[in-house]
């Protein structure tokens, strides 16, 4: 979780899965490094943001990937709803 620097009423929550070391050679060049899928939530800050996420951290990363790229308010909308009831899990 990090501030998000254009709004400072918001919180970036950067979620990593798949992550792998890579080898690669290219000529007499061996290139390493690690290679992960991302996913990202921006929310806005409240009390204990950190708390809801690390206890419900599957319904987190769902939504992340639900809204990768496509801004579905609808997402948001179920998330909302579901942190309100207290729900763990949100069906896909």
Known sequence: MEDNP??????LIRFFENVEEFSEVVGTLTITGW???E???????YGDMAV???GN???FLSQAKQLDGSGNEDAWDALAA????GVNTIDE
Do not use: I, R, S, T
Not at 6 to 11: G, I, R, S
Not at 82 to 85: D, G, T
């Open 6 to 11: 254009k709004y400072p009423d918001k919180v």
């Open 82 to 85: 579901a942190l309100n009831e």
């Open 35 to 37: 290679k992960w899928d």
């Open 57 to 59: 951290f599957d319904m």
């Open 52 to 54: 809801d996420v690390f």
């Open 39 to 45: 996913y990202h939530l921006e929310l806005e800050k």
